[in-house]
């Protein structure tokens, strides 16, 4: 069975500290690994998709790593508006249509 | 252009009430996801469908929600007989489609957020 964890649930950083989340998969064969973020009372804005191990896709201070069991999306030197949930999320082949959501790290700025 | 609206934004309803949520597309997207997401949860998929046509709709929890797409655009998820644990922020996102729906960028709406006293 398909599954995705985050880590850690939360993160609380200084602005301009630079760190890390993590994102752990099962998937019978990857089609797409995604990351979204999610501001409060908002639906996911999608960020990056992975395909395949060894990708990475950079926007502002967000880059987004895949290997075969795990994504990373490292930020640097955040800042306060970088505060949300982020969410990963898998598809595999096994489960054909189903996209697989692992359930966020929320992630928190201090000014 | 417009992005995917959803309404109501908030809907507060009685145990045993048969509810109606609404989700507008962006124009020309021809896939559209209904998703459900429960506090400290992640996102549950629903159904899926493509132009009216619901190739998949095996996240379904029971027999007491539907979904109906008409026009290839609006879609309608109706939940019959709400219980207090369909409580939760029902989230819709479309995509253009085109190859391999699960494959593109999933747009998502707002939300509603259902509340089952």
């Known amino acids: 069975e398909d599954q995705v964890t985050q880590s850690p649930e939360a993160l609380r950083l200084q602005e301009g500290e630079s760190s890390s989340l993590n994102c752990s998969y099962t998937v019978s064969g990857l089609r797409g690994l995604f990351w979204y973020r999610q501001d409060p009372g908002k639906g996911p804005e999608f960020l990056f998709t992975l395909y395949s191990a060894g990708e990475e896709k950079e926007k502002e201070r967000l880059k987004a790593t895949l290997t075969k069991k795990e994504s990373f999306l490292h930020i640097t030197a955040p800042k306060p508006e970088d505060s949300a949930t982020y969410l990963c999320a898998v598809q595999g082949y096994s489960s054909a249509s189903k996209i697989i959501f692992g359930s966020g790290t929320r992630l928190s700025i201090r000014p | 252009g417009a992005g995917v609206s959803q309404s109501p934004s908030n809907k507060v309803t009685e145990k045993g009430k048969d509810v109606e949520l609404r989700c507008d597309p962006i124009s020309g997207h021809t896939a559209l996801y209904w998703y459900r997401q429960s506090l400290g949860q992640g996102l549950e998929f629903l159904i899926y469908?493509?132009?009216?046509?619901?190739?998949?709709k095996s996240g379904l929890p029971s027999d007491r929600f539907s979904a109906e797409r008409t026009g290839g655009s609006v879609s309608t998820l109706t939940i019959q007989r709400t219980q207090q644990e369909d409580s939760a922020v029902y989230l819709c996102?479309?995509?253009?489609?085109?190859?391999?729906?699960?494959?593109?960028?999933?747009?998502f709406g707002p939300g509603t957020r259902l509340l089952v006293l």
């Open positions: 469908f493509q132009g009216n046509s619901a190739p998949d």
């Open positions: 996102a479309s995509s253009l489609g085109e190859g391999g729906a699960y494959q593109e960028t999933q747009y």
